[in-house]
């Protein structure tokens, strides 16, 4: 009975992954006749941050479930990540995402944003809060207005740069930032943080013309960020892509649930990942 069980959960997993790709990429070849005009040219001078590090952390959850499919998931994790199986065979979950995970999806969010004059990934080492800073402030000094996507994890008080927490006040009296006579040139700041809701205003004192964060954890990362950078990309309103992109990611994990009950999403982990906004949410390209 035990057996036949184990059987029917690969087999219900295997239809939900077919489904998620199927549904993903059919929402994402409608749109892309829908909406068709990308607006290249008010991209040009603009640069586009992305700070992308995990720092080992993901939920017990999510390794206990990758643990009891990992020959299953290995498979699929092969074909994404386009590398040999056999080199995932004695890796954990945390360390296929570090290795393989962090390109995978930097790499998808630069193609999604690919009409930007300027994109600079740091992950890794490059990750860390001195080298973010360095890189901010000399974008700025290049006349570029940055947009920013912060895909790190973060607490009501802090943010996790790479090996490093670092405190919201920190940031808000930075004498680096302060050295600067008036304020940076910051469109926007994406942030997938964990009660990133907490942070927004240092943001906005350092010049970014809106912000946006989660309420509380936040487990909808992962298609979200590349659907909102597709969305703003296309005339939307900085409210619209990220509400849009929010939206995508709760259907397919809607999509998940209705197979795999274990998944479902529920409404405590939806309220909590809801995204809030300070600044002018209207903000879009011009």
């Given at each position: 009975?035990?057996?036949?069980?184990?059987k029917?959960?690969?087999?219900?997993?295997?239809?939900?992954?077919?489904?998620?790709?199927?549904?993903?990429?059919?929402i994402?070849?409608?749109?892309?006749?829908?909406?068709?005009?990308?607006?290249?040219?008010?991209?040009?001078?603009?640069?586009?941050?992305?700070?992308?590090?995990?720092?080992?952390?993901?939920?017990?959850?999510?390794?206990?479930?990758?643990?009891?499919?990992?020959?299953?998931?290995?498979?699929?994790?092969?074909?994404?990540?386009?590398?040999?199986?056999?080199?995932?065979?004695?890796?954990?979950?945390?360390?296929?995402?570090?290795?393989?995970?962090?390109?995978?999806?930097?790499?998808r969010?630069?193609?999604?944003?690919?009409?930007?004059?300027?994109i600079?990934?740091?992950?890794?080492?490059?990750?860390?809060?001195?080298?973010?800073?360095?890189?901010?402030?000399?974008?700025?000094?290049?006349?570029?207005t940055?947009d920013?996507?912060?895909?790190?994890?973060?607490?009501?008080?802090?943010?996790?740069?790479?090996?490093?927490?670092?405190?919201?006040?920190?940031?808000?009296?930075?004498?680096?930032?302060?050295?600067?006579?008036?304020?940076?040139?910051?469109?926007?700041?994406?942030?997938?943080?964990?009660?990133?809701?907490?942070?927004m205003?240092?943001?906005?004192?350092?010049?970014?013309?809106?912000?946006?964060?989660?309420?509380?954890?936040n487990?909808?990362?992962?298609?979200?960020?590349?659907?909102?950078?597709?969305?703003?990309?296309?005339?939307?309103?900085?409210?619209?892509?990220?509400?849009?992109?929010?939206?995508?990611?709760?259907?397919?994990?809607?999509?998940?649930?209705?197979?795999?009950?274990?998944?479902?999403?529920?409404?405590?982990?939806?309220?909590?990942?809801?995204?809030?906004f300070?600044?002018?949410?209207?903000?879009?390209?011009?």
């Open positions: 009975m035990l057996i036949k069980q184990g029917t959960n690969i087999k219900y997993l295997l239809i939900v992954v077919i489904l998620v790709v199927i549904v993903s990429e059919g994402w070849w409608i749109n892309r006749f829908l909406v068709e005009k990308r607006l290249s040219k008010s991209l040009e001078n603009r640069a586009l941050l992305i700070v992308i590090e995990n720092n080992f952390r993901l939920s017990p959850k999510d390794e206990e479930n990758y643990e009891k499919h990992k020959n299953l998931i290995d498979t699929l994790f092969s074909h994404i990540f386009k590398v040999n199986k056999k080199d995932l065979n004695n890796k954990s979950l945390p360390e296929i995402v570090d290795i393989y995970g962090e390109n995978y999806l930097a790499n969010f630069k193609n999604a944003a690919k009409d930007y004059g300027k600079v990934i740091l992950s890794d080492k490059k990750a860390s809060y001195n080298n973010f800073k360095r890189v901010l402030i000399d974008l700025n000094n290049q006349g570029r940055i920013i996507l912060l895909h790190l994890h973060g607490g009501a008080d802090s943010i996790y740069f790479y090996n490093e927490e670092i405190s919201k006040h920190f940031i808000s009296y930075d004498k680096d930032f302060s050295l600067n006579q008036k304020p940076l040139n910051i469109g926007y700041i994406y942030q997938t943080i964990c009660y990133g809701g907490e942070n205003e240092i943001w906005l004192n350092l010049g970014a013309q809106v912000v946006s964060g989660s309420k509380g954890g487990n909808f990362v992962i298609l979200a960020p590349e659907r909102f950078l597709y969305l703003w990309t296309h005339e939307a309103t900085y409210y619209k892509a990220v509400n849009g992109g929010f939206n995508f990611e709760v259907l397919i994990w809607k999509t998940i649930g209705k197979f795999l009950p274990t998944y479902s999403v529920k409404e405590d982990d939806l309220e909590s990942g809801r995204m809030i300070v600044g002018e949410k209207d903000y879009r390209l011009k």
